[in-house]
T-cell receptor, first 120, second 114 residues
């Protein structure tokens, strides 16, 4: 259980185009999804937190007009990189928090496999 | 402020030798602690987690970690490493807020010598 998928796994696009990345929770409902960016040889940087049905909360320094996040259902969130430039090339990882508290005292995040974006 | 420190950027260990990766945290409340592993170009895999109870937790792939509240540490150990353990290891603290965010360490790269 608790599987999160991301699509595509890797994408190459031309500068100026937009790219959409999908994040799906396959076997649970996720009221909250997180989007991270990871630069080479660095840790994960939280970009934004999205709650189903409401606007995403962006971390300081992240351009909300450039990185559009939509969390329209309990199993799907999308990140659209608009007018991509080479500096947007990175590894993007999503995670989803299980809505059900179950036996756990902490609602942990489950991670997708990541999307490698290369902007030419 | 909440923070996680992994003091070793990289560690080199001979295959078959024991391993300990250090993690120290700063968090005012009960910590929820995680270790993740990331192979090159891959996503994150949860190795183990500590929520409560026994302070020595067992994880996958033969890893274990010990929570020491007095030292604010959650060090990861393995008695005998294999070449396939070469990867980046991240320690994280779960924050109990409305979104249960994770505070990440900078990561430790494990290099295995043949």
């Amino acid at each position: 259980g608790a599987v999160v998928s991301q699509h595509p796994s890797r994408v190459i696009c031309k500068s100026g185009t937009s790219v959409k990345i999908e994040c799906r929770s396959l076997d649970f409902q996720a009221t909250t999804m997180f989007w991270y960016r990871q630069f080479p040889k660095q840790s994960l940087m939280l970009m934004a937190t999205s709650n189903e049905g409401s606007k995403a909360t962006y971390e300081q320094g992240v351009e909300k007009d450039k990185f559009l996040i939509n969390h329209a259902s309990l199993t799907l969130s999308t990140l659209t990189v608009t007018s991509a430039h080479p500096e947007d090339s990175s590894f993007y990882i999503c995670s989803a928090r299980d809505q059900a508290t179950g036996q756990s005292s902490y609602n942990e995040q489950f991670f997708g496999p990541g999307t490698r974006l290369t902007v030419l | 402020a909440q923070s996680v420190t992994q003091p070793d950027i990289h560690i080199t260990v001979s295959e078959g030798a024991s391993l300990e990766l250090r993690c120290n945290y700063s968090y005012g409340a009960t910590p929820y602690l995680f270790w993740y592993v990331q192979s090159p170009g891959q996503g994150l895999q949860l190795l183990l987690k500590y929520f409560s109870g026994d302070t020595l937790v067992q994880g996958i792939k033969g890893f274990e970690a010990e929570f020491k509240r007095s030292q604010s540490s959650f060090n990861l150990r393995k008695p005998s490493v294999h070449w396939s353990d070469a990867a980046e290891y991240f320690c994280a603290v779960g924050v109990v807020d409305s979104n249960y965010q994770l505070i990440w360490g900078a990561g430790t790269k494990l290099i295995i010598k043949p």
